[in-house]
């Protein structure tokens, strides 16, 4: 089945630390974003890419980093400098502009 | 102001009632339009995805935009529990899909 994978469910780390959170696609899709959602906040765009190495910065870039080197694939890094990284972490993709996203089922990152 | 702006509830509601979600966006360059539902802890799903003014029907399911007064809006005919999500807005600023902060829907038997 196609879709998008995004591993571990749940991600337990402590302050200080950098992680990285997979997405897989297998959807043939050109274009990849990564969101984080926070209660009563909605999606906010952190980073996405339209094409293999090349992504753009979303609303709120600060304290994340990206890499595109495959088109099935786009790993985010939370970095220390992410001042409040707790939050649920969605990957999606989708063929081109303004094409409806296809979503994950994310990832939690608790940081303590 | 944010892009686009979305009640974010909770709406209560029993079952068999009709339900009316509704967003509303600034930018009248604004083409594309959809509304995604979330279960908790899942990633949303897309239920309807509309172009410019008008109304698309899909099942139970009627999204409905007025570019005129910069509104879209959901309706969901026969509600059942199961519809109990939170359902998002969405549409496009250039190649950036701009989200509402979603309204929890609950359906109670």
């Known amino acids: 089945d196609g879709g998008i994978t995004q591993s571990p469910k749940y991600l337990f780390r402590k302050e200080g630390q950098n992680v990285t959170l997979s997405c897989e696609q297998n959807l043939n899709h050109d274009a990849m974003y990564w969101y984080r959602q926070d209660p009563g906040q909605g999606l906010r765009l952190i980073y996405y890419?339209?094409?293999?190495?090349?992504?753009q910065k979303g609303d709120i870039a600060e304290g994340y980093s990206v890499s595109r080197e495959k088109k099935e694939s786009f790993p985010l890094t939370v970095t220390s400098a992410q001042k409040n990284p707790t939050a649920f972490y969605l990957c999606?993709?989708?063929?081109?502009?303004?094409?409806?996203?296809?979503f994950g089922n994310g990832t939690r990152l608790t940081v303590t | 102001q944010k892009e686009v702006e979305q009640d974010p509830g909770p709406l209560s509601v029993p079952e068999g009632a009709i339900v009316s979600l509704n967003c509303t966006y600034s930018n009248s360059a604004f083409q594309y339009f959809m509304w995604y539902r979330q279960y908790s802890r899942k990633g949303p799903e897309l239920l309807m995805y509309?172009?410019?003014?008008g109304n698309k029907e899909d099942g139970r399911f009627t999204a409905q935009v007025d570019k005129s007064s910069k509104y879209i809006s959901l309706f969901i005919r026969d509600s059942q529990p199961s519809d109990s999500a939170t359902y998002l807005c969405?549409?496009?600023?250039?190649?950036?899909?701009?989200f509402g902060t979603g309204t929890r829907l609950q359906v109670f038997p």
């Open positions: 890419s339209q094409i293999v190495n090349d992504f």
């Open positions: 999606a993709s989708t063929v081109g502009s303004n094409s409806p996203l296809h």
């Open positions: 969405a549409s496009y600023n250039t190649d950036k899909l701009i």
């Open positions: 509309t172009y410019s003014s």
